[in-house]
């Protein structure tokens, strides 16, 4: 099925850094969602966006819905080790209630 | 409850065999979603429930997949003649209504053998 483009695939960064990760679809997205995912655990979400051109911020995280409504980015600042996990970005198109995914994005933050 | 609920955790079948894995809902939420995920890649969608009806089943891959709500909480995902291509996670989730609010479950891991 379809999947965003998400990058980049794998990150490796010492804590305290900053980290950026971003999503790219050939459609446009009406909302941009971010979600974290725990190894053994459902998806949880971080942040959403509902307005092309939204920058939002959730504590360190801050992300942003593309003035195109074909991308996002998510960064996250000072990373700590418990931000360890795979990240995803999600967009919600025509169809209200089906998520479209990217591939995820796995950090790994060294202490 | 809490959160969404799925059972079983684990669910390891026979090529050929029948599954059902079932997701409880956080109460009152109205929307249902059934979403697979495989190994290193983002979850896919299956299918969504908006009340006892299916508002979406575009992402069911054949039909051997099918899921109900019959009451408009808990739901089935039912998969008839597994494949081993079918080994996956299996993800619920609920919302108050749909578009919004998404709370996922822990999931169901499928292996066929």
């Known amino acids: 099925g379809q999947q965003l483009n998400q990058s980049p695939q794998s990150m490796f960064i010492q804590e305290g850094e900053d980290v950026s990760m971003n999503c790219t679809s050939s459609?446009?997205?009406?909302?941009w969602l971010w979600y974290k995912q725990d190894p053994g655990e459902g998806p949880v979400l971080l942040i959403a966006?509902?307005?092309?051109?939204e920058l939002t911020s959730n504590g360190r995280l801050t992300a942003q819905f593309g003035i195109t409504r074909k991308d996002s980015f998510l960064n996250i600042s000072a990373s700590i080790p418990s931000d360890v996990g795979i990240y995803f970005c999600?967009?919600?198109?025509?169809?209200?209630?089906?998520?479209?995914f990217g591939q995820g994005t796995i950090l790994t933050v060294h202490p | 409850g809490a959160g969404v609920s799925q059972t079983p955790s684990n669910k390891v079948t026979e090529k050929g065999k029948y599954v059902e894995l079932r997701c409880d809902p956080i109460?009152?939420?109205?929307?249902l979603y059934w979403y697979r995920q495989s190994l290193g890649q983002g979850p896919e969608f299956l299918i969504y429930?908006?009340?006892?009806?299916?508002?979406?089943d575009s992402g069911l891959p054949n039909d051997r997949f099918f899921a109900v709500r019959p009451e408009g909480s808990v739901s089935t995902l039912k998969i008839q003649r597994t494949e081993r291509g079918d080994s996956a996670v299996y993800l619920c989730?609920?919302?108050?209504?749909?578009?919004?609010?998404?709370?996922f479950g822990s999931g169901t891991r499928l292996t066929v053998v």
């Open positions: 109460s009152g939420h109205t929307a």
């Open positions: 429930f908006q009340g006892t009806g299916a508002a979406d």
């Open positions: 989730a609920s919302s108050p209504r749909q578009g919004s609010g998404y709370t």
């Open positions: 966006l509902y307005k092309a051109g």
């Open positions: 459609s446009i997205f009406n909302t």
């Open positions: 999600a967009g919600i198109g025509t169809s209200y209630g089906k998520l479209t």
